[in-house]
């Protein structure tokens, strides 16, 4: 651990909550952060206060008044040096993160990489907020829109993916000239103080104090506060669709902004003309990687009746030869769940399929020799789509349904409440298109010939449904972080109204 922070350039991880300028300051309660594939604890951080949170929130919203005024170009030179210095620090930080969240060493640094990307998406687009010219209908007139910050946001994140989604969020909110507030998931807090350390030392070079700021709690005294304030016009929040209800309520409540990344029971339909070899590895990654905990992990497979029985047996096979134990070790495919609660919850489920008629096709135990938190990737055979298999269960189980038409296929598919990520594995162009089609899936990502993980940042990534509707990362997701404003130029001396109206006096 020590390594990792050295060569982060951390000397030491101090307690507390951290701002721009005042660093450490936190006095409350402590949070232990525990190893996953151990249980054993990695450090130790004191929680944020009341009066911690006071300090945060004042100073990004004081920050905001001047960070905004900053031309978005040069706000994007920040980005740029913040990109640079992840670079810097890709190898540590993907070690923290794998030694912290226990998925596995190449996930982690692909998590970094990502950080990278959306850095330098956002350097391209701090020269790219673009509004619209439109056409008056009024005689030497013109109108426009343009687009201005929001102001400080929160942004709360979840354990699966401890610093991309963040960065999804900070990287694109700081260029538009917004300030935020972390909370990042008490299960991994290590990471986003490393971070945050980052961020300050590149604020301090660009003296832009308290546009990155972070607060850590462990119980939802923290994350309630942040949703409750008035002075954040926006809160992103990825969770549970359960905790996004309540979310969505209360910013609702007070005529604030949510973007909402909920959960997803995410299906890969196989047709029968299928490649079965490039399915097989999309499905396996699909559903084992990160141990099931993403929220693009595959939950369902849909398959045709008559290619069943084979996708089934190399699926099995596949399964037997997949690596599980320290993430941090060469050649392991899978780490550890979280922690006891999702081992409870993955065990759980495995029962009630099987008393639902499911047919234990690979796994579907507990690996104790290699630790509390470990699991066998597991592959179950359903009798249909069961209202457990409307459910979605954090951890390594696919079930499998099987069905004789498209047609079918995308009508189980669509019938569950989430909608985040879906694909179809086909040959045939028709199908595809049927697929891609008003008609076909309902999810914010549908993909051909690939698995349902692994979205680039170049696209808004999200979900319908119970998944939430909030769009993050790539597209024109920046413009959930800023606020749309229409303007009239009139540049003659004569004041005609809209539609005809006459009004003189």
Not at 29 to 56: C, F, H, K, M
Not at 308 to 317: F, S, Y
């Amino acid at each position: 651990m020590n390594d990792i922070l050295n060569a982060l350039g951390i000397k030491a991880i101090n307690p507390g909550t951290c701002t721009g300028t005042d660093g450490w300051t936190g006095g409350g309660e402590q949070l232990v952060s525990l190893n996953p594939a151990t249980n054993a604890p990695i450090g130790t951080v004191a929680q944020a206060t009341s009066a911690d949170y006071e300090r945060v929130v004042s100073e990004a919203v004081s920050a905001f008044r001047s960070w905004r005024m900053r031309p978005a170009p040069k706000r994007g030179e920040v980005i740029r040096e913040l990109g640079n210095e992840l670079r810097r620090y890709k190898q540590a930080l993907g070690e923290l993160i794998a030694l912290e969240n226990g998925k596995i060493r190449s996930e982690g640094l692909g998590e970094v990489q990502e950080m990278i990307d959306i850095c330098d998406f956002a350097v391209g687009l701090s020269r790219q907020l673009y509004g619209l010219a439109m056409h008056s209908e009024r005689a030497s007139h013109r109108m426009i829109e343009q687009w201005h910050p929001l102001g400080a946001i929160g942004i709360i994140t979840a354990f699966n993916f401890p610093l991309a989604v963040w960065s999804w969020n900070a990287a694109i909110a700081a260029v538009c000239g917004d300030t935020m507030i972390w909370k990042p998931s008490p299960t991994t807090p290590l990471t986003a103080i490393a971070v945050q350390h980052i961020c300050n030392r590149v604020m301090a070079r660009h003296g832009c104090a308290g546009v990155f700021n972070l607060v850590i709690g462990g119980d939802e005294s923290v994350g309630e506060r942040l949703v409750d304030d008035a002075r954040l016009p926006l809160i992103s929040f990825t969770g549970s669709t359960a905790v996004g209800r309540q979310v969505a309520g209360r910013v609702a409540g007070r005529l604030g902004r949510s973007i909402l990344e909920l959960g997803g029971n995410n299906a890969i339909i196989v047709s029968d003309d299928a490649d079965l070899d490039l399915a097989t590895r999309a499905i396996v990654f699909g559903a084992v990687g990160t141990a099931g905990q993403r929220c693009t992990s595959t939950r369902r497979l849909i398959v045709q009746s008559g290619i069943a029985d084979e996708l089934c047996e190399r699926l099995a096979g596949a399964y037997r030869s997949v690596r599980v134990g320290d993430p941090m070790q060469p050649g392991v495919l899978m780490g550890p769940l979280i922690n006891q609660g999702a081992v409870a919850a993955m065990l759980d489920a495995v029962e009630l399929a099987k008393s639902q008629g499911g047919e234990i096709l690979a796994g579907g135990g507990r690996l104790p020799d290699l630790g509390e938190n470990f699991v066998q990737p597991t592959i179950i055979l359903m009798p249909g789509q069961t209202p457990l298999v409307c459910h979605e269960t954090f951890a390594p189980i696919l079930y499998v349904m099987t069905v004789d038409t498209l047609d079918e296929a995308i009508a189980m598919h669509n019938a569950v409440p989430h909608g985040l990520s879906s694909a179809i594995f086909t040959s045939d162009l028709a199908r595809s298109e049927q697929f891609l089609s008003q008609a076909g899936s309902d999810c914010g990502i549908a993909n051909v010939n690939i698995g349902t993980s692994g979205a680039e940042i170049g696209g808004a990534f999200g979900g319908e449904k119970e998944t939430g509707g909030g769009r993050e990362s790539g597209s024109d997701a920046w413009k959930g972080y800023m606020r749309r404003q229409t303007n009239t130029i009139n540049y003659s001396r004569e004041l005609p109204l809209a539609q005809g109206v006459e009004f003189d006096v």
